[in-house]
């Protein structure tokens, strides 16, 4: 199977503009991003999809590979199709430019679950290790069936816990996910025509269209820790993250 990882990297950002560009440890963050996809050995190919000249000449300056995509595109996963749509691929994976620290075993092992044919999108979820997270809205929720695949995505806390018992005491129960997607391209061409869903605008969660159009999403189970940049705080702690990676090696 050909695999293409596509970093989409849009240069608006409220709360941290330019953020592909912002350093960490010297380099860009999109830098980092690409260079972790990079070492998975499964992945045949990595492309930056960009809306800005400016990521794109960062991106071509490290020597990794970049293509422009229309800044009008509604959502990431359009973008992602863009810049694949010509190419020759059976798997494609979205991966955000903005997990510096990504790990590439998270990477393969999302390639790997497609030799089940009944597979067509895959993503990553973790236990919830944190009660805190359980309410907090900003950390979306899944519950999976015994088969692996996704019965739900919700920004509440699900599933709900009754018989006046607290959700720490049911801790196991509970996983987050972990924003990768990996999708056979054939299906990623069929996502990209769906419109906006009832779910999904309820939650703002895109996958929700997916799951309300009748296509399943696989999830893996993984011990990533998902280390996101999107505020200049973020920004702060993963320099220095990056430090102590430096300091290690």
């Known amino acids: 199977m050909k695999t293409i990882c596509v970093i989409p990297a849009r240069y608006a950002s409220s709360r941290l503009p330019g953020k592909p560009l912002a ?3 010297g380099k860009p963050m999109i830098q980092w991003v690409y260079e972790q996809a990079s070492k998975a050995n499964n992945i045949d190919e990595v492309i930056v999809a960009t809306d800005h000249t400016a990521i794109k000449k960062a991106v071509e300056n490290f020597n990794g590979m970049a293509v422009m995509t229309a800044p009008e595109l509604p959502s990431g996963t359009d ?3 863009a810049a694949i749509k010509e190419k020759s691929a059976d798997i494609v994976i979205n991966l955000q430019g903005d997990e510096p620290f990504i ?4 990477l393969e092992n999302l390639v790997n679950v ?4 009944e597979v067509e999108i895959a993503t990553a979820v973790k236990k919830i290790e944190k009660e805190a997270d359980i309410s907090n809205p900003n950390v979306v929720k899944v519950t999976r069936a015994s088969n692996g695949f996704a019965l739900y995505f919700s920004r509440s806390a699900i599933p709900f816990i009754r018989d006046n018992r607290t959700p720490g005491e049911n801790l196991s129960v509970f996983y987050k996910h972990i924003g990768i997607y990996a999708y056979r391209k054939s299906c990623l061409e069929k996502l990209t025509e769906l419109g906006e869903s009832n779910l999904e605008r309820s939650e703002k969660l895109e996958q929700l269209r997916f799951l309300e159009n009748n296509y399943r999403i696989f999830t893996i189970l993984t011990d990533y820790e998902s280390i996101s940049v999107d505020t200049p705080d973020d920004l702060k702690k993963a320099n220095s993250i990056a430090s102590q990676l430096q300091n290690n090696t």
Do not use: G, L, T
């Open 23 to 25: 350093e960490i440890a």
């Open 79 to 81: 973008r992602v199709y």
């Open 103 to 106: 790990s590439e075993k998270i």
């Open 114 to 117: 497609f030799e089940n044919p």
